[in-house]
């Protein structure tokens, strides 16, 4: 009989990065992938008969959030689903000047990328199985802030400060661990030989070097309350 694949939740799972990093995953975990809106039929379907697979309409903007989560991951609870991971890179990405700022935009900013990861980790870590490792994903701008995007580089340095921290409060039971990435799936309206320029590798990562660094993380039951960076040595340039 197959050995049974680990449950973990990927918050932020059914986009762009979210989603490459489930296609990748699918090998050897079964999923429950959470999006701010329902996730395209077809790719979902896709996965869903690669591995086990449950979805999430978990929505940063949604007062309601915080009773919908607990109920969804009572509801997994109740279905004989126990999580052994969890990786939270739900986020957005805005260009805001300096000068441009406004409270509203902050607000929003701070919400998404810095509340709801907290808030989503708050009610994870009881529901994780002992030993498991809760991952954030950050970014390489920790190191060197991104200057027309000051407010998305303060928020994520602002998770860089709950990782340590989560792993005083949640250890030894559980292991928190974050990774400061650099490209790693660049978009469209982005110049990706210039990204490849900025770092040493001369090159840009993928959705396959995050996934291999999650799992050195799970697979690495002596690490905690570090952050890894995954950059191709952007900040060393």
Not at 51 to 61: D, G, I
Not at 144 to 168: D, E
Not at 182 to 188: F, H, I, K, N
Not at 203 to 228: H, K
Request: hydrophobic residues 40%; contains cysteine; proline residues 7%.
């Amino acid at each position: 009989m197959p050995e049974e694949k680990p449950w973990w939740i990927l918050v932020g799972g059914m986009r762009r990065l979210g989603g490459a990093l489930a296609e990748e995953l699918a090998e050897d975990h079964a999923l429950v992938l959470t999006g701010s809106q329902d996730g395209e039929g077809g790719w979902l379907k896709s996965l869903g008969s690669r591995t086990s697979l449950r979805t999430f309409r978990w929505n940063a903007m949604d007062p309601e959030l915080g009773p919908q989560m607990m109920a969804d991951l009572a509801g997994l609870e109740s279905a004989g689903i126990h999580l052994g991971g969890a990786v939270i890179l739900a986020g957005v990405f805005p260009e805001h000047p300096f000068g441009a700022w406004t409270m509203t935009e902050l607000e929003n900013i701070w919400r998404v990328n810095l509340s709801f990861p907290m808030l989503c980790a708050q009610a994870l870590a009881p529901r994780l199985v002992d030993g498991s490792c809760m991952q954030f994903l950050l970014d390489t701008s920790i190191h060197q802030p991104f200057l027309r995007r000051l407010p998305y580089s303060a928020s994520k340095s602002g998770l860089g400060s709950l990782v340590p921290g989560l792993a005083q409060l949640l250890a030894p039971r559980l292991r928190v661990v974050g990774h400061a990435i650099g490209t790693a799936l660049p978009d469209e309206n982005s110049d990706p030989e210039w990204l490849a320029s900025q770092s040493l590798l001369k090159r840009n990562g993928s959705p396959a070097d995050v996934a291999r660094s999650l799992r050195f993380a799970e697979e690495s039951p002596y690490l905690t309350g570090e952050i890894m960076t995954l950059d191709g040595g952007r900040r060393w340039r």
